[in-house]
């Protein structure tokens, strides 16, 4: 099934096709409206150097002024392999698709809501058929049963036209189109970046990132670069300060010489705030006890720190290069 965008903008043109699979482009004066175009001749050479194949409208009020219309446009100096003219259907309409497809030229008869249109249209011998789904769908017909219906009209009657499925609304027209065999589907911008999108493939792309991470990335790499310590000395109401400003959930605690003391967390305020006393702010962090503090290497990988976090059920480690500590790795580190 060829792969069409729907569109005047040239911008989001270019950003759909450096993707380098997608068939063709298939615009409208109402798109080009939309846009602010008032040079439709130059938009329409500029796009038509972007695009694989262009479908432009050729517009008149007979098969003659159709057939005018789109010979000036080729003069302009676009490919006749690659550009094909979208004619609303009508008896001058099909009467100037066989007049365009008897000089080898392309031509998509659009707008099409019925079988007996499309019947006309496969008669007359155009490239393409155009049935605007969404469109149908909005005046409660059964456009899917009438995409069927032409699919089937094409294979049982051997017509060399494709079936072009149209005004897609959402994604799901997009499966649609599929299931029923169409030829060529044309879609927004919008829709066409939501074709690879799905909840379950995000969860597993994220989880592979995170999986490499932990085995590839050394701890040093992975923490913020920030140390959030205070001296022995420093009163616990600086101390607390500082763990705002830092914005970890504890702090580094060194002696006078930068050796390590060990780590105050919020954890051991909580626990000491109840019998503290009035004083209780006042105390210097050498008054308190510590533990051995939880810390990995700088140069150990993130695997080992994850391991860490898993075993001891918190959310901050100290890292240390050679006994000192340089500052702290946070749980959410691990997934960069």
């Known amino acids: 099934m060829e792969l069409y965008l729907d569109s005047a903008n040239v911008a989001e043109i270019e950003e759909a096709f450096r993707l380098g699979f997608l068939n063709g482009l298939t615009t409208t004066p109402t798109f080009m409206q939309r846009e602010g175009i008032t040079d439709i001749d130059g938009t329409i050479v500029k796009i038509s150097k972007i695009v694989p194949v262009l479908m432009i409208e050729a517009l008149g009020s007979t098969a003659e002024e159709i057939l005018k219309e789109a010979e000036r446009q080729l003069a302009l100096g676009l490919d006749p392999k690659k550009t094909v003219f979208k004619i609303p259907v009508s008896l001058e309409g099909v009467r100037a698709c066989a007049m365009l497809r008897k000089k080898g030229i392309m031509v998509n008869l659009h707008l099409v809501y019925t079988l007996q249109q499309a019947y006309m249209a496969m008669q007359a011998g155009a490239t393409y058929v155009c049935i605007l789904v969404g469109r149908l769908q909005d005046q409660g017909h059964d456009a899917l049963t009438l995409v069927e219906q032409c699919v089937a009209a094409v294979k049982n009657y051997g017509y060399d036209t494709k079936i072009m499925f149209s005004s897609v609304r959402h994604t799901e027209h997009v499966r649609n189109a599929i299931n029923l065999g169409v030829h060529n589907i044309t879609v927004p911008m919008k829709i066409l970046k939501q074709l690879t999108e799905n909840n379950f493939t995000t969860i597993g792309h994220d989880q592979f990132i ?78 308190f006890k510590y533990n051995n503090p939880i810390s990995v290497d700088a140069d150990s990988l993130l695997n080992e720190a994850a391991a860490i976090f898993k075993k001891t059920n918190v959310d901050t480690i100290l890292v240390t290069s050679k006994g000192n500590p340089i500052g702290m790795l946070d749980i959410q580190d691990l997934k960069g």
């Open 210 to 287: 995170t999986d490499t991470r932990l085995m590839t990335v050394k701890v040093k790499g992975a923490m913020n670069g920030q140390n959030p310590l205070v001296s022995a000395d420093t009163k616990l109401s600086d101390a607390i300060i500082k763990m705002t400003e830092y914005g970890f959930g504890c702090i580094t605690i060194v002696d006078q010489n930068g050796s390590l003391k060990g780590v105050f967390t919020d954890g051991d305020l909580r626990r000491s705030l109840p019998a503290g006393g009035p004083d209780f702010l006042n105390k210097k962090m050498s008054d």
